[in-house]
């Protein structure tokens, strides 16, 4: 039998909480045999959503906490004076080794700073990363780092290529894959002091398999299996990348509408259609794991639903499988 798993969800954070969150817990412990939830929150509100499901009951437990960290509050602040919130409580299980990982969609920035404060880096990580798969026409790309860093330097990138690409070999399984950093063009010349600087490490890098730049426009075709960037950049990337998946496929079902004719083709084209849109679906590949932590934290969007909770969840029990953790502390000590 596989090793349980154990993966605290803070079951307040977020906007649909503690719907999703819950729903999203039930549903990966029905889908996986060996994961086990941890959800911490309210526990009446959490109990209550809970008799809604059935689901095996010695999977999911509740670890009461009476507070909830909000979106806009200051997070070194939030995280300091709320010990008792749904999301410190869980963090500090990572920490304590109670729980193998974290998810969840609540205020970034207390995830980021709590991640990093109360989880802590691996031994030799300079700046952990918050690195998301974004789905591509071949597949998906990890885009490392989309969030965490925006004042990142060349090192930072380095490290990152060579994380992101421990994750995409062992966790999504592609060998060897290919590293690009984001510029403006093509040539080596090309880019910003942070990309003509940052170019040359990832080129002589022996442990990466670097094809040079790519440009945004590029990004979705698939062509590169880890995209580097800093954070400004990267979150950029990720939002713009998201409206216009959301209005493309908006603007798509309106022109369906239209009239008689584009009803009737909108019936036939249906199901292939809906494969192809379910493939660009960001929330099919889980949440953005924050990289080379001593304890894995999966930060999810602040509107998930429960279907990005579950396969964040899922994701949290593959990367554990996989070793992710001790891969990277392997790299680090052959540096």
């Given amino acids: 039998m596989e090793d349980k798993i154990v993966v605290a969800v803070d079951a307040m954070g977020g906007d649909n909480a503690p719907v999703e969150p819950v729903k999203g817990a039930v549903d990966a412990v029905n889908a996986k045999e060996n994961i086990n939830v941890v959800l911490t929150g309210k526990e009446e509100i959490i109990r209550s959503e809970l008799e809604k ?26 995280i300091k004076k709320k010990k008792d919130s749904s999301l410190v409580m869980a963090l500090n299980m990572v920490k304590e080794g109670s729980a193998d ?5 609540g205020s ?3 995830i980021l700073v709590g991640g990093q ?35 990142a330097r060349p090192s930072h990138l380095l490290q990152f290529a ?19 950093i984001v510029n403006i063009g093509v040539e080596e010349e090309k880019g910003n002091q942070l990309v003509k600087e940052t170019y040359p490490l990832l080129k002589t890098c022996p442990d990466i398999n670097f094809v040079g730049s790519i440009e945004a426009r590029d990004i979705p075709n698939g062509d590169v299996d880890v995209i580097v960037c800093e ?5 950029v990337i990720l939002k713009l990348y998201e409206g216009v998946g959301a209005t493309l496929i908006s603007m798509v079902k309106q022109g369906m509408m239209t009239s008689l004719r584009s009803k009737i083709g909108a019936l036939l084209v249906k199901p292939a259609l809906k494969k192809t849109l379910k493939s660009f679906d960001a929330s099919e590949y889980g949440g953005a794991p924050l990289i080379g932590l001593n304890g894995l934290v999966v930060k999810t969007h602040g509107n998930s639903t429960a279907k990005e909770i579950s396969a964040s969840i899922l994701q949290c029990a593959l990367f554990k499988e996989q070793g992710i953790n001790e891969k990277i502390k392997e790299m680090l000590n052959n540096d």
């Fill in 231 to 235: 954070a400004f950049v990267g979150n």
């Fill in 108 to 110: 970034s920035g207390a």
């Fill in 53 to 78: 499901y059935t689901y095996n009951k010695e999977k999911i437990s509740v670890k009461n906490a009476t507070e909830i960290i909000e979106t806009g509050e200051p997070p070194v602040m939030a």
């Fill in 101 to 105: 990982a974290l998810v969840s969609a």
């Fill in 162 to 180: 060579k994380m992101g690409s421990i994750y995409m070999e062992h966790v999504m399984g592609v060998k060897n894959p290919k590293v690009a």
């Fill in 117 to 151: 404060v109360i989880v802590g880096r691996i031994k030799g990580v300079e700046r952990p990363p918050l690195a998301p798969l974004i789905p591509t026409r071949k597949g998906v790309s990890l885009l490392v780092d989309c969030g965490a860093n925006v004042d």
